[in-house]
């Protein structure tokens, strides 16, 4: 062969045959050991290239300069046909050269080895080199100090485990980590903690160690904690690092299935879970142990009842006939275990796919905290377990109430995990299984054990295989799937036994029911009563006259049966026979009647406030105590419970409350549901502090627990409910105990209510009440909730003809709009827009109303929040493209609430499909079940969910806060997140250029923040810090040590670096007093400075470093053109351009390095606000990205300047204060659901989109709005009503995770007719201008205008071809849309769209980002400004407010036409006033408004109005007042006269009027109906 065809056997060498055979000898490769299988790979390629080689053609080079092959009697030109056929004709050929070669160079490469050894053992290696130098750090950094937890591993050849364990133990030692690590010629594995200090070390030595190189830092699992949270250090040599009973050798990981990034395996389950039953050829398979899943798992996950994951192959071989066919999703706590598991199920070849998800639940949970994953994550240390989200799916062992906390067998020497609830506990159920019981109660505390060992004992679980079809529940077991029948139990070294924990078999705490009785669980009998075939602790059913078993001869340690028969679900359930157990020697606790003297007190809801209430509100009762009979400690209230063979029946009817349950008295506005009288300024509903409560069925007195093992019953409980309490309260000051006995101030804003805090327990009474009992309670799970149990009516349940409504009874509610005549007329009413031309009502245009029933309505969220551009929702896509309208919606989630439900409760309740929360428009089946409005599954009612704070009464879900508001927020505890909560961190990044310094900027922005440091918002853990910067960068250390400030100057900006990182960020509560040194000097430090270069890039990589390990929020502050660093930019705008009619250049970025950054900031919850402060070019287009991208907001004053714009810096210092003091979200998602069949396809805002549905935002603000883009993708036939939810969950700057809930519901109509008259037509605008916008930017302006005319031309003629019978000529529309093409003319001559008038590029973006980020309100004010006359006020129609007259003017049309020269105008354009003073207006309106003579003496630049004690003067600021207030931030006024040059840009705004590059209105009218004639 020639030199070229050695090179082509060379290359042909390194192709790697398994990619090539798809069904050759990769799978009849001998098993070898993982140093023979890197020869035997070797082989294969040799073998398989010399064999391609030879069948090169060997005339080629006469015939052709390229190489040519032949085989089988064909010619191949390109190497990957030959490549293909030798895999797919030869490989049994190959094999066996593959064999042959293997064997010729096994014995040279074994003696390699060995002399490689040799030499090995001669020259040892200094395991200290890997260890890294520490001089630096101190030792109080190594052991104090925020700590984390590392879950790491890597599976690589090691070749001397020895030695990489003596560095691991080493390395560990010196960074003072605990944990456990294994090593294995298979690689490492490990989980340590230390300090956030050690932890980054230890990675770092990872990283670099010429081994584990390639690992990279996202392969190092985080999560909160530190070396507390192991006992010790152990490192060791192992067989396998993950131990799965299999040797490494014989079952490669690199069979391993292929791995799925978070988001692809998010895709995945979603995809599965929305075929719900229907899936049958998918399996999602947890490979943890039980009681991993037990606490926490996906939702229809195949969880297989294994102790240990040794067991799992067994696992496997028993049920390979459940994965044969199926698409496999594995998932583990970090990886490893899908590793070794996923490998094995392969090498069964029964599989069509196996997946398994990179980087395991840690990862998954870290990008999709609310996610498919639910529950708990139970981790291998001291914490047990660690969580995103706080649903509960598991329960006590003992009274069956949620609970997922584990903790050890309370017996010695036992390592069972158990689930018992602090009231169980507290009772003494501490053990795993009645023999731990029993030996726990005789050993001495004193006894301190050295090694736990697994109970002989042992737990019991149920079955995870009950025989039902997999995803294939039946009703008794609705919506929670099964697996099939032919599943094998585990084998039996993991034998099933019952435990609490069924993936697919969902456990509700059993009810009592008379017959049939289920027999007592295996810890209420013994072994021998069950038969010989059914596992130790399956339940039996005995017949209808079977005795039950003497409560007096029960044991103590009780537990329900595990579940109820097939067919219980429906009708008649089964439940557990009663088993008590009395000590006479423990002392009863008989309360007396509520009406009697002394009975106890129960709360109300107390509201703000009258005279002589404190600033929180007053404190009231629906008793007063009248005599020192109150009992204190009280445990609960009394609930019947019948014991067996009892009649069940039944009683009669009553609406009396039953002993235990208080009703507020008739007049206290005890409710914010529809229902109620009265409307809440903000209420709080606490469910969190719970107490067991007992029982006696003898008598109608109430039982007491008092905490021991003595329970009549399982514990029940209803829950408390508290008013939250603000910070005052938790300093002593007006308050009262949180608990059912009393009620918690309210306090009077949102803002002081999310500075309170939430206390476990109870605060002592307060004086006011000085004979309140001191109680808490937990609710726990009812044993006697169905519907048919005797008692209901003993328990509050009020028998009423309809109190749950179902989904018809909704659709009943629903007056169409042939019910609603009236509606349907004016909303449809043809009008002629050429000839009617005042259109514009008097007043401003409000939300049109959905046609819904009454009660319907008052439920429905508010326009202000929550807006979609259709109130009737089309059946279909094609009705909706029939009508040429936009689908979408317009939100203002996180917007300043006067009245807002915040509910604290253990369980938030949401549908197991769709995860949509409850709220208003879902309807009960009954009690116990609801369904969802959006997915339309069928839901469990929780027993906590049961009990209503509101009236104080049990079995009126229907009636919770959550059903009766759409507008809702929660408190979750904070292990809601996957990190502790976040402290509320401020940077500021400040430019102090000379241009800076020049226009006055800085000097007001220090004044404002010290005027404001004590209002933002915050806690003690508040973190500031400070960055300057122009041609190089300055950070201030302010650490609290130091007498005044230090400056440290970075100049290599070209490779930023943070000098230190202790006291950049600081607390400022600690160090405020050097912060306020620095804002008083800060100014006077640059007054002098001459540097005009700007490194802004540079800065904004420091501040990225400096906040990425907490995140928080960015204050950028601009005023040029960045010049030096990354990130510099070139002035791109022409001038001469500024008023083309051809098309608008540079609308996009100059560079993606600010999208890039803003991207890496959302990644670390950071969110970036840009000031930008320049009357000069800046390139806002490429600046914006850095707010764009990450959540944050964009400021912009382009003539900024203390002497020649004073009214701009005015405007500047109140938008700021504003801004420092508003309040703020941290880390927050936002996820909107919608009814199913319609979706979304287009997000519009500043966010970062994580997933389909799923908005990441670093920071959430009150003033920032989003748009959504909907279609229709199934019809909406089968419902009458359409709903959507957006969830926007966030930590508060309290450091409470919140998760504030919106709900809209819309009717659907069938008729073109209706989806008309259910036109917004202001979001119809606000969508269009939004879209707009992308296209101005992905294609041009002149499209993005060409498609807002089409929009009008569209519907109109749509309205015109389909529902409008009139023949007459000129333009119809009807009156629901009459307002549409002035709209769409008012965005045409806006700012962002405008072409031929001259218009600053900068100040064109701005405009178009305030329309991607701005609520419809502001909106609508840029885009069509109200116009008012003043001089002719009157008080007809005023408002009459805190003793103010605010009048109300009628609005006018925007045309010189309306304008007098003898009348005086107000223009609002949202973020300017406009007071337009005519020649010839009434002198006495001029003295009397401006304090001037006459028009002559008004001054040119006049932007105040004079506070004078006139009536026209009260009465124009407090319109202009009433205005502001509607707004969040400070609108400037420019008083314009007549005859001044600054009147241009107020005609401007007077959008109906001709301009040099625009229509009129009239011309714009007869523009559409041309096009509408072609």
Not at 305 to 325: E, G, T
Not at 363 to 376: I, L, N, S, T, V
Not at 1394 to 1411: H, I, N, P, Q, Y
Not at 1479 to 1492: A, H, P, Q, S, T
Request: aromatic letters at 8%; proline letters at 8%.
């Amino acid at each position: 062969m020639t030199t070229d065809d050695v090179m082509a056997c060379d290359e042909l060498i390194n192709i790697d045959v398994d990619t090539i055979a798809p069904h050759g000898f990769k799978q009849e490769k001998p098993q070898l050991s993982a140093t023979l299988r890197r020869y035997y790979s070797l082989c294969k390629r040799r073998t398989f290239g010399t064999f391609v080689a030879s069948k090169i053609a060997s005339c080629h080079e006469a015939e052709s300069p390229t190489t040519v092959w032949n085989c089988c009697g064909q010619t191949f030109k390109e190497p990957p046909s030959i490549h293909k056929h030798v895999a797919r004709t030869h490989d049994t050929d190959i094999q066996k050269l593959t064999k042959s070669t293997f064997e010729i160079l096994l014995s040279p490469n074994e003696k390699e080895a060995a002399s490689q050894r040799q030499s090995t053992e001669k020259e040892p290696v200094d395991i200290f080199s890997w260890i890294p130098d520490t001089s630096h750090i101190t030792g109080d950094q190594l052991h104090n100090g925020p700590g984390e937890v590392l879950l790491l591993y890597c599976y690589c050849l090691l070749a001397d485990p020895p030695l990489i364990c003596a560095w691991q133990k080493a390395l560990c030692e010196k960074l003072q980590l605990t944990g456990k690590v294994r090593v294995a010629t298979e690689g490492i594995n490990g989980t340590v903690g230390g300090t956030k200090v050690a932890t980054d070390l230890y990675i770092k030595a990872m990283c670099s160690h010429p081994i584990f190189k390639i690992m990279e830092k996202e392969d190092f699992k985080t999560s909160d904690g530190g070396a507390e949270c192991f006992s010790n250090l152990r490192v060791g040599v192992y067989k396998e690092i993950v131990p799965m009973g299999v040797d490494p050798d014989a079952l490669s990981y690199r069979l391993a299935g292929a791995h799925l990034e978070p988001e692809e395996f998010h895709k995945e389950v979603e995809a599965l879970l929305s075929k719900g039953d229907s899936c049958n050829d998918t399996i999602l398979l947890d490979c943890r142990n039980f009681y991993e899943s037990k606490i926490g798992q996906f939702s229809q996950c195949l969880a297989p009842n294994i102790r240990k994951f040794s067991y799992f192959p067994d696992y496997v071989d028993q049920n390979l006939d459940l994965f044969r066919d199926k698409k496999v999703l594995m998932y583990c706590t970090g990886g490893i275990r899908c590793e070794r598991g996923s490998a094995y199920l392969r090498s069964k070849d029964v599989c069509k796919d196996v997946y398994q998800l990179k980087g395991g639940i840690h990862k998954y949970m870290e990008q999709f905290p609310e996610g498919f994953y639910r529950g708990k994550l139970f981790v291998f240390d001291e914490r047990y377990a660690i969580s995103s989200n706080s649903d509960i799916i598991s329960e006590c062992r003992y009274c069956g109430s949620p609970w997922d906390q584990y903790q050890l067998c309370s017996t010695h020497f036992c390592c069972q995990l158990v689930l018992s609830c602090s009231a169980c506990r507290q009772g003494g159920h501490t053990a795993c299984c009645p023999t731990c019981q029993t030996k726990g109660q005789g050993e001495e505390p004193s006894a301190t054990p050295t090694q736990r060992e697994e109970c002989p004992g042992g737990q019991t679980y149920p079955s995870t295989y009950p025989l039902t079809g997999y995803y294939g529940a039946g009703p008794q077991q609705q919506g929670n799937p099964t697996i099939p029948g032919q599943c094998a139990p585990a084998p039996p070294k993991a034998p099933i036994t019952n435990n609490d924990h069924s993936a697919y078999c969902h456990q509700q705490p059993l009810q009592p029911t008379a017959a049939p009785t289920v027999a007592p669980s295996a810890y209420g009998a013994t072994q021998g009563s069950h038969p010989p075939s059914l596992p130790y602790g399956t339940p039996t059913t005995l017949p209808t006259s079977a005795t039950p078993p003497n409560p007096q001869h029960a044991p103590s340690f009780q537990q329900p049966a595990p579940y109820a028969q097939p067919g219980a679900y429906y009708g008649q359930q089964q439940y557990p026979t009663s088993q008590t157990q009395h000590h006479p020697q423990q002392p009863n606790l008989v309360l007396a009647p509520p009406t009697s003297p002394g009975a106890p007190l129960y709360p109300i809801v107390s509201y703000p406030s009258v005279p002589g209430s404190s600033q929180y509100g007053t404190l009231r009762s629906s008793q007063a105590p009248t005599g020192p009979a109150a009992v204190p400690n009280l445990m609960g209230a009394p609930l019947h419970q019948y014991a067996p063979g009892n009649d069940t029946s039944h009683p009669a009817s009553t609406a009396a409350v039953p002993p235990g349950y208080s009703m507020a008295p008739p007049g206290q506005p005890a409710t914010v549901n529809g229902q109620g009288n009265a409307d809440p300024v903000l209420q709080h509903y606490d469910q969190s502090h719970q107490a067991p409560m007992t029982h006696d069925h003898y008598r109608g007195g109430v039982k007491h627990n008092t905490g021991g093992a003595d329970r009549d019953m399982p514990p029940l409980g209803i829950p408390s409910t508290s008013v939250n309490s603000s910070p005052g309260h938790q300093q002593g000051g007006d308050s009262s105990s949180t608990t059912t006995g009393s009620a918690s101030p309210v306090p009077n804003s949102y803002d002081s209510l999310e500075g309170g805090s939430y206390p476990e327990f109870s605060n002592p009474p307060s004086a006011d009440m000085p004979n309140q009992p001191v109680y808490q309670q937990r609710p726990v799970s009812r044993t006697d909730s169905s519907p048919s149990h005797g008692g209901y009516n003993q328990t509050g349940y009020q028998h009423l003809p309809q109190p749950f409504p179902n989904m018809s009874q909704l659709s009943a509610a629903l007056g169409g709009l042939s019910g609603v005549p009236e509606l349907e007329v004016e909303a449809l009413r043809p009008v002629n827009l050429l000839q009617e031309r005042n259109l514009l009502p008097h007043q401003p245009l409000d939300a049109p109303e959905p046609n819904l029933s009454a009660d319907l309505k008052k439920a429905n969220c508010s326009p202000d929040t929550f807006r979609c551009t259709l109130t009737n929702i089309p059946q279909t896509q094609a009705l909706l493209n029939k009508a040429r309208l936009p689908l979408g919606l317009l939100l203002h989630p996180f917007r300043d609430l006067a009245q807002l439900p915040v509910i604290t409760s253990n369980t938030i309740v949401r549908c197991r499909s769709c995860r949509t929360y409850i709220n208003p428009f879902v309807s009960f089946l009954d009690q116990r079940r609801w369904k969802c409005n959006l997915c339309y599954r069928v839901n469990d009612v929780p027993d906590e969910f049961m009990y209503n704070p509101v009236t104080r009464s049990y079995g009126e879900p229907h009636k919770r806060p959550e059903v009766q508001n759409s507008t809702v927020e929660f408190i979750a505890s904070s292990d809601y997140m996957l990190r502790p909560p976040q402290p509320a961190v401020y940077l500021f990044v400040l430019d102090v250029s000379h241009n800076a310094v020049e226009g006055g900027y800085l000097n007001v922005f220090c004044h404002t923040l010290l005027e404001n440091l004590d209002k933002m918002p915050g806690d003690t853990r508040t973190r500031v810090g400070f960055i300057t910067f122009n041609s190089t960068i300055h950070f201030y250390n302010l650490h609290e040590s130091l007498s005044q400030p230090q400056m440290l100057v970075v100049s290599d900006i070209d490779d930023i670096f943070i000098p230190t990182h202790d006291s950049l960020l600081v607390n400022l509560k600690e160090s405020r007093v050097l912060v306020r040194v620095l804002l008083t000097s800060l100014h006077s430090m640059f007054s002098q400075t001459r540097e005009t270069h700007s490194a802004l890039g540079p800065a904004l990589q420091a501040a990225y470093k400096l906040t990425s390990p907490t995140g928080g929020r960015v204050s950028v502050f601009q005023t040029q053109l960045p010049t030096l660093g990354p990130g510099l930019l070139q002035s791109r705008e022409d001038p001469n351009q500024r008023s083309s009619t051809k098309g608008v250049q540079h609308l996009g970025p100059a560079t993606d390095f600010y999208k890039k950054l803003a991207l890496d900031c959302s990644g670390q919850q950071i969110g970036v606000d840009l000031f930008l402060l320049s009357s000069q070019y800046s390139d806002l287009a490429s600046l914006a990205c850095m707010s764009k991208f990450s959540a944050g907001s964009i400021f912009y004053y382009p003539s900024l300047h203390h002497v020649h714009n004073p009214a701009q810096l005015d405007k500047f210092q109140k938008d700021l204060e504003r801004y420092l003091t508003r309040k703020i979200g941290f880390e927050a998602v936002m996820r909107i659901r919608c009814t199913k069949g319609l979706s979304i396809h287009t997000f519009h805002g500043n966010f970062f989109v994580r997933s389909t549905d799923l908005l990441s935002l670093a920071n959430i603000n009150p003033d920032s709005g989003f748009a959504v883009q909907m279609s229709i993708e199934e019809s909406l036939a089968d419902t009458s009503l359409a709903c959507f939810q957006s969830a926007l969950l966030y930590t508060s700057s309290k450091g409470k995770r919140r998760i504030r809930v919106h709900t809209l519901c819309l009717p659907v109509v069938s008729q073109l007719s209706d989806v008309y008259a259910g036109a917004d037509v202001q979001a119809i605008t606000c969508l269009l201008a939004n879209m707009a916008i992308d296209r101005s930017i992905s294609s041009s302006l002149s499209d993005a205008r060409d498609a807002l005319v089409n929009a009008v031309v569209d519907s109109l003629s749509a309205y015109k071809n389909t529902v409008s019978n009139i023949q007459q000529s000129g333009l119809i529309a009807p009156a629901a849309l009459c307002l549409f093409p002035l709209y769409v003319l008012a965005l045409l001559k806006q700012k962002a769209l405008r072409m031929g008038t001259s218009t600053k590029l900068d100040e064109r973006v701005f405009a178009m980002c305030e329309f991607k980020s701005q609520p419809l309100q502001q909106i609508m004010h840029a885009v069509h400004p109200d116009l008012y006359r003043l001089d002719t006020m009157s008080d007809q129609g005023a408002l009459h407010l805190n003793d103010c007259i605010v009048p109300q003017p009628h609005l006018l049309h925007l045309t010189a036409e309306k304008l007098t020269r003898e009348g005086a105008f107000l223009m609002d354009c949202g973020s300017v006033f406009y007071l337009w003073i005519g020649k010839c207006c009434n002198d006495v309106f001029i003295r009397d408004v401006l304090g001037c003579p006459n028009h002559a003496s008004i001054p040119p630049s006049m932007t105040q109005i004079p506070e004078l004690e006139t009536p026209l003067s009260e009465r124009l600021r407090a319109l202009l007042a009433w205005l502001q207030d509607s707004r969040p931030f400070s609108s400037t006024l420019h008083v314009v006269k007549d005859d001044a040059t600054a009147k241009t840009s107020f005609f401007q705004h007077l959008v109906e009027d001709r301009s040099e590059s625009a229509l009129s209105y009239y011309e714009f009218l007869l523009h559409i109906q041309q096009q509408m004639s072609k």
